[in-house]
């Protein structure tokens, strides 16, 4: 039974998306019943991981609003509408041979004693974007990747909305998906996590993007190949009538194999544009094939019938399973002359203001690309770039002390986004890395020990952060957040940049990342003489 069939589900998770799920089914005269471990005890230390790992994904409040009594009809907490009802562990497993459908919230692994039971009871088992996509009738672009996800689908709905369009932007960013299904919405923009991506069955959207993959949440997914198969589940239903906009990287050519969709890329810079002539293709330029039959149908769902799209220029090769496999264009961007160049023979200029990191050009690509693909012109794109406010404890500069920088991006919770962060600076950088480790492999950073003047390694993961790179470049072991805070004061000196690029996850010692970039700030505006940037850059 698909989920667009089903009336009766076992919900695990009274947070936000679980809430939003049990809204959406009383919406359609279901009924949801709701088992939530932070409630029943089961487990409290997993559970704050779980509630970890929704954080590192987006959702920052998984944990249950209010006291409730198990079992009893009826709304508990806000947000919860009359049919659902609170269960305690005992009456959840009775209820998998009565329900439906059992729906876990984004952080609840496939571990959990429920899934294990209802998968083998043959109970169907779908996420809450799942869920929601059943019910949304404006057409969906989707984008996932290890970095960047919230920063493109930001941009993305900057972008659209120039058109003037109705935009909800949402899924792992926020807003649940669920809650685009009761609005009256031109398009819906979602961000999705591999958490999300496990469980979908029917998800298709009209345009999808894969920005990157790199090791994160090994911890819940046990290994990379686990962890890119969930990311490419969200290919999986796509049809000649979709597009998939996929960057350049390792993965490209996995992503592309079995496409039945259109396809094309992007590059943030020249190396990123290489990596595409390696994936078979070549540098997008005026004179390259572009799989556009399959973008036009994609461009005239999100636009209507009317819509006026670029007309197919060239087509790709087959690969050895069907599949079609570049010769590939799109967008490359061009850092030093902030340029973007689009493959329907315009360039987008770029605004002084943003992009200014090595990375955010890559997302800069990727959502220039996606608007392309999507029917918009050189005039929305940029437009949407000068509407564009950067998200929170993304790389920016606080503060100047006493000659020293300092730059928060407490968001770059994984590896592969300190790295990105390191690209952006010469040298002279002290790295407060730390918190929680999500099986990263820390052997990685050595790439960087050129621009690392000092690594401060703290928290919960510092032991294995220093065992992993003991000798391969300054490092020293410190207590905590603070402690580490502290001993980078104490060791900058003029023209050094004290970074807050943690590569972990923060519930060892916060709330979540915004708390851990939050103190950070208050700590760096109480240095004497601090000075705070009047720019996000």
Same mark, same amino acid.
């Not at 002279?428 to 003047?453: H, M, P, Q, W, Y």
């Given at each position: ?286 004179? *390259? ?218 519930? *060892? ?29």
């Amino acid at each position: 039974m698909t989920a667009a069939a089903a009336r009766e589900f076992l919900i695990i998770g009274r947070g936000r998306s679980g809430c939003a799920a049990a809204r959406l089914i009383d919406s359609f005269g279901g009924r949801s019943y709701i088992f939530d471990d932070h409630v029943s005890g089961r487990q409290p230390s997993g559970n704050r991981r779980c509630a970890e790992r929704l954080s590192g994904e987006g959702f920052s409040d998984e944990r249950p609003s209010g006291d409730s009594q198990l079992g009893a009809s009826g709304p508990s907490s806000p947000g919860l509408p009359p049919s659902s009802q609170l269960v305690d562990a005992e009456q959840a497993r009775g209820l998998l041979a009565r329900v439906e459908s059992l729906l876990p919230s984004p952080g609840v692994a496939a571990s959990h004693p429920l899934i294990i039971a209802a998968r083998a009871a043959g109970l169907p088992v779908v996420s809450e974007p799942e869920l929601a996509f059943a019910s949304i009738k404006a057409p969906l672009i989707a984008v996932t990747g290890t970095n960047g996800k919230s920063t493109t689908v930001k941009l993305l709905a900057a972008i659209f909305e120039q058109s003037g369009k109705r935009v909800f932007a949402g899924g792992n960013l926020g807003r649940p998906l669920c809650e685009a299904a009761a609005g009256d919405w031109d398009l819906v923009i979602a961000e999705m996590s591999s958490f999300q991506l496990e469980w979908v069955h029917a998800f298709k959207p009209s345009i999808a993007a894969l920005l990157n993959v790199s090791p994160d949440h090994l911890d819940r997914h046990g290994n990379m190949e686990a962890y890119l198969a969930a990311k490419l589940r969200l290919f999986a239903r796509m049809d000649a009538g979709c597009h998939a906009v996929i960057g350049a990287g390792w993965w490209f050519e996995k992503a592309a194999s079995g496409l039945c969709a259109g396809l094309s890329s992007f590059a943030g810079d020249g190396a990123d544009a290489r990596e595409i002539g390696r994936c078979g293709g070549g540098v997008p330029a005026a004179d *390259d094939g572009v799989r556009r039959g399959d973008g036009a149908v994609a461009a005239q769902r999100i636009h209507g019938n009317g819509a006026a799209v670029p007309a197919a220029r060239g087509a790709g090769r087959r690969g050895s399973g069907g599949a079609a496999v570049p010769p590939v264009a799109g967008t490359v961007a061009d850092r030093g002359a902030r340029k973007l160049y689009c493959a329907d023979d315009f360039v987008v200029e770029l605004p002084q203001q943003w992009p200014w990191a090595v990375h955010d050009f890559a997302n800069a690509a990727a959502a220039a690309e996606i608007a392309r693909v999507g029917g918009l012109g050189r005039e929305f794109i940029e437009a949407g770039f000068r509407a564009f406010e950067p998200l929170g404890h993304r790389l920016h500069k606080v503060a100047d002390a006493g000659g020293v920088s300092y730059w928060n991006d407490s968001k770059a919770t994984n590896t592969a986004a300190v790295l990105s962060v390191l690209d952006s600076f010469r040298g002279n950088v002290i790295l407060l890395a730390g918190g929680v480790s999500k099986n990263s492999d820390f052997t990685s950073l050595a790439r960087a020990r050129e621009k690392i003047k000092l690594l401060l390694a703290y928290g919960s993961a510092g032991a294995e952060i220093e065992e992993a790179l003991g000798g391969s470049l300054p490092l020293r072991r410190c207590d905590g957040f603070e402690a580490a805070f502290a001993a980078a004061v104490a060791a900058a000196g003029k023209g050094d940049a004290v970074v807050l690029a943690p590569g972990c996850a923060s519930f *060892d010692e916060f709330a979540d990342y915004r708390a851990r970039g939050a103190r950070f700030e208050q700590l760096v505006s109480a240095l004497p003489g601090a000075a705070r940037s009047s720019k996000r850059r």
